[in-house]
């Protein structure tokens, strides 16, 4: 019986519970299990209250803010404890989504969201990826966005300035890791309706709904199943890939 290691940086949010619930599910019909290493800031009890349904998952919780250091070298020491190199990295953090007009711009904003998704991943990359490499397998996911897809929408300046660094790094990586055996590739959604967009007013969700080609906004599960599938062997020939998941509208 299989037993790899999985780290979800970001493992509370929607995506990272829904993810965590479909590798259950998958594992169980398998008749395998998996050491999950799941990362959260502030919202423990959603993964306590599902680490009481998931039989096939040995669920750990690490918190941690991003933002911090002293956090973030605490983390990885605590994944370290728990294994050499995970087989799979989930790259899932973020913070609030909010419309921001340039006038409202603040680099300070950006600085802090910079070190909860780019910074994070590199020290993580840093960290692990030697390991994976002298292993010789390894795959990680890293959520971008649509905003990475051609031109953005306005008034996300300081969401796209994040985006595209975090895009930049994680084919950066992908360049530098390819020949060691590491697939590391991202998604880009669409508007996922999440409480990422909790302090969006709905009329602006339902505009984007009612703009999509598809009239819809991307669904949590079908986010799920290109991150499962970029995790999979089925990815082993892709490398720096931005997986397109806006159903048409880029």
């Known amino acids: 019986m299989r037993n790899e290691t999985y780290l979800i940086i970001g493992a509370s949010s929607d995506v990272g519970i829904a993810f965590l619930r479909d590798l259950n599910e998958r594992l169980q019909k398998e008749d395998e299990q998996a050491l999950v290493l799941a990362h959260y800031a502030s919202s423990e009890e959603r993964l306590l209250a599902l680490k009481k349904e998931v039989s096939a998952l040995q669920l750990i919780t690490l918190k941690a803010d991003l933002s911090v250091e002293q956090d973030m070298e605490k983390l990885l020491t605590d994944v370290a404890a728990y294994c050499e190199a995970p087989e799979h990295i989930l790259h899932l953090p973020a913070a609030k989504f909010r419309y921001v007009k340039l006038k409202q711009f603040s680099w300070e904003d950006v600085l802090k969201d910079m070190e909860i998704q780019v910074h994070s991943l590199a020290r993580i990359a840093q960290f692990f990826f030697p390991k994976m490499a002298k292993r010789g397998n390894g795959k990680m996911v890293v959520m971008l966005s649509a905003v990475t897809l ?75 199943a290109a991150i499962r599938f970029l995790l999979s062997e089925g990815s082993d020939y892709m490398n720096g890939v931005n997986l397109n998941l806006t159903g048409g509208d880029r």
């Open 150 to 224: 051609g031109m953005p929408p306005k008034f996300l300046s300081q969401y796209t300035v994040v985006k595209y660094a975090l895009l930049g790094l994680m084919q950066s990586l992908a360049a530098e890791y390819a020949e060691k055996g590491l697939n590391i590739n991202g998604v880009s959604p669409n508007m996922i309706e999440t409480r990422f967009l909790s302090e969006i007013d709905e009329r602006l969700i339902e505009l984007n709904r009612e703009s999509s080609t598809l009239g819809r906004n991307v669904r949590v599960e079908e986010v799920v």
